[in-house]
């Protein structure tokens, strides 16, 4: 006997006179001498906590504080743990919306970030644990053990319970076994391996309240397993052998592959997009589960195949059933996956003019030219919304004068994601959030670059409280004014004055899976040196090139050698494995009497090489391996822009819609054709299937 528990939560009474009786066993137990051999605790459930997400900013209740402190100060004295019951399936029923089951089961997944400690959750029960850690040391009692008295999952579950099968019991209380047999720490107590009860060795059947009270064993009644984690029961698992997952556990299984629009909307129904890997939908497979008999057997249509899905789906969820289901599936079937970034090609949309046509338009343009991707400069409302349903995938910008108040106030950031983003999405493809502009590496921007990296944090903390961490990706784009030196590529490093802000800002960012964005202008460089910089290794034109004679590599163009000097300089500071994406690059087609190179000749030059490189889906020398993708400067002409000549005529398009110059785009208005597109008219059906080799598409029509 190691351990003496007293007490549960059974009301204020019996808070009140918990201490009293803590403090008569001990005595009790001291004076019979046992005091070594026996510790005396008493288990606390999570709700003794007023908050615990973050784990970070975890605190006692306040109604509990007058009983836990005089109780943690005894405990302190006689050197007792911290018994905590922390039950992850308890925390991803009571909010199924926002918590990813893969956290809690200890599966793979993207995690959570603490913004105030720095650290990475992989696990829904390690930030429980430290949840435990942090309102104690808030307490005064940082050095306490927490030992979890309690955890587990049940195997069964009422109907409200969702998550509650044997696949996830399985799942989870076999990774809590691999976990706690490698003796390690929490991210916070990295030191102190984790000690955990697993609750239960059986299932209780006379135990009160819902079904899955009953199911929380590892064992049956008769001694066999309830589902295999390694152990050995006193007989063998029945015949109808507990690793077979039923029609319900399997059809949630593969729920679990929906990502952000598979909530309820009971204003359209449900619009879902399946991911398959390798799965021909007319032969069984792993994708349902080897034992999920789909009637494929002899082979039925998919259509049916999904039908009997959406029907369990309905019962789950009680949506409106679809219309309609479209299903078209050419070649092998590969994954599918949602980016920030699709394909290598984007344009950057910025609006600083008073001529441009309304975003309904542009989004006509884009759709014509095929041009998937676009960054703009803020989240203006009417562009978000003339988006909706288009399929495009943007990138919105948190303005310079924002970073300030955001660095300091997390509110502020949230507050911004509710107003500018979270009301747009699923409809509106948002997939990134850019946090500035160019921030770092000017001479007047010191208070801005001490802000951009609590600024960043604020901002990927409160998409990650809203769940939208798998959706949006959250950068900042940098000038080539943070780079010491940039040639040759293998010399670049960045400025000592940005190093102090850089550093930092690149270990979050690698921690959150982030890309390095940086504005990449073969244009800038040529003209600030025509002198010596051959124009048509600027332009992807033939030229002799340059050989870096540290890596012994060759650069027939600028463009490549910007990006890989990027690369180099990210590799010094012990981020090689960071991908680099050009958020801004383009040639200007006029500008004023001192800008060599900026005229209309140029400009079409340099666009078309480059669309011509970046259709190739094809690396650098330095990056082989790594196609490069980049954001063209800029979609329009800007009247209004201040700055030189040049910086007002970048634009791929004239305001009215017809091409500044001809790289393969089409118009909205053809210089010699009276008619638009638009006076033609675009198809307004918000829902497109869309198949290629390789690939597949699913797409519900709900209305």
């Not at 900026?598 to 082989?624: D, E, H, M, V, W």
């Amino acid at each position: 006997m190691r351990y003496m528990e007293m007490g549960r939560d059974d009301g204020v009474e019996t808070s009140e006179a918990l201490l009293g009786a803590v403090k008569n066993v001990y005595s009790a137990v001291n004076r019979l001498g046992l005091r070594n051999l026996i510790q005396i605790s008493s288990p606390h459930s999570l709700g003794v906590f007023a908050i615990t997400y973050p784990p970070s900013a975890c605190i006692f209740k306040e109604s509990v504080v007058q009983y836990m402190k005089p109780l943690l100060e005894f405990f302190s004295q006689i050197n007792s743990p911290f018994f905590i019951n922390a039950y992850p399936f308890l925390a991803y029923i009571t909010d199924t919306d926002h918590i990813d089951i893969n956290y809690a089961l200890f599966q793979k997944n993207r995690g959570i970030y603490d913004a105030k400690t720095n650290l990475h959750y992989d696990n829904l029960f390690d930030a429980q644990v430290d949840a435990a850690y942090t309102a104690l040391k808030g307490a005064g009692y940082e050095k306490m053990e927490v030992i979890v008295s309690e955890t587990g999952w049940p195997s069964r579950g009422d109907a409200n319970e969702v998550g509650a099968t044997l696949k996830n019991a399985r799942t989870y209380n076999s990774n809590l076994k691999k976990r706690l047999a490698k003796k390690k720490g929490t991210p916070l107590k990295p030191k102190t391996p984790v000690k955990a009860y697993v609750f239960a060795l059986f299932n209780e059947n006379l135990k009160p309240g819902p079904t899955s009270e009953r199911n929380f064993g590892l064992f049956k009644p008769d001694g066999s397993i309830s589902y295999d984690i390694g152990f050995t029961g006193l007989k063998p698992a029945s015949s109808a052998a507990s690793s077979l997952l039923s029609r319900e556990e399997a059809v949630q299984h593969q729920l679990d592959a929906l990502k952000y629009n598979d909530q309820p909307r009971p204003d359209y129904g449900m619009k879902v997009m399946y991911r398959f890997a390798g799965f021909d939908p007319f032969e069984r497979s792993t994708y349902f589960g080897l034992f999920f008999d789909l009637g494929q057997n002899p082979p039925t249509p998919i259509e049916e195949v999904f039908e009997r899905i959406f029907e369990y789906i309905d019962s789950l969820f009680r949506i409106v059933r679809p219309r309609k289901l479209f299903f078209m599936a050419i070649g092998n079937g590969s994954l599918y996956n949602v980016q920030a970034f699709t394909g290598t090609f984007g344009v950057n949309y910025g609006r600083i003019a008073d001529n441009l046509p309304p975003p309904e338009s542009v989004v006509t343009l884009l759709k014509a030219a095929k041009i998937k991707n676009i960054r703009i400069y803020d989240a203006d409302h009417s562009v978000l919304k003339a988006f909706k349903n288009s399929g495009i995938e943007i990138v919105v910008g948190i303005g310079n004068e924002f970073i300030k108040d955001m660095s300091v106030y997390e509110d502020r950031a949230m507050d911004w994601i509710k107003e500018n983003v979270q009301p747009y999405l699923p409809e509106t493809h948002i997939r990134g959030i850019a946090v500035g502009n160019e921030i770092l590496g000017r001479d007047d921007g010191v208070e801005t670059a001490e802000a951009l990296l609590g600024a960043v944090k604020n901002v990927y903390s409160a998409v990650d409280r809203l769940r939208l961490t798998n959706l949006i990706q959250i950068s900042s784009p940098h000038s080539q004014g943070v780079f010491a030196n940039s040639y040759p590529p293998s010399a670049c490093i960045f400025k000592e004055s940005v190093v102090q802000y850089m550093k930092p800002l690149l270990e979050f960012f690698s921690q959150i899976n982030s890309p390095f964005f940086i504005n990449a202008y073969p244009f800038l460089a040529y003209i600030s040196d025509p002198d010596h910089i051959d124009i048509n290794y600027a332009l992807f034109q033939k030229n002799p090139g340059i050989v870096d004679p540290k890596t012994n590599l060759h650069y027939d163009n600028m463009f490549d050698a910007q990006v890989d000097a990027a690369y180099a300089a990210l590799e010094g500071a012990g981020y090689g494995k960071m991908e680099v994406i050009v958020s801004e690059t383009g040639w200007a087609s006029r500008g004023d009497a001192n800008e060599v190179g900026a005229t209309l000749k140029n400009a079409r030059t340099y666009n078309n090489n480059l669309k011509k490189k970046l259709a190739k889906k094809k690396g650098t020398p330095l990056r082989p391996k790594t196609p490069v993708k980049a954001y063209v400067f800029a979609l329009f002409n800007e009247n209004l822009k201040p700055g030189p000549t040049s910086e007002r005529n970048f634009g791929l398009f004239k305001p009215d819609g017809s091409i500044s110059y001809d790289i393969g785009f089409t118009g909205l208005k053809p210089a010699s054709a009276a008619s638009t597109l638009l006076s033609r008219g675009w198809s307004s059906t918000p829902y497109l299937v869309l198949a290629t080799c390789g690939s597949l598409l699913l797409l519900i029509l709900t209305s």
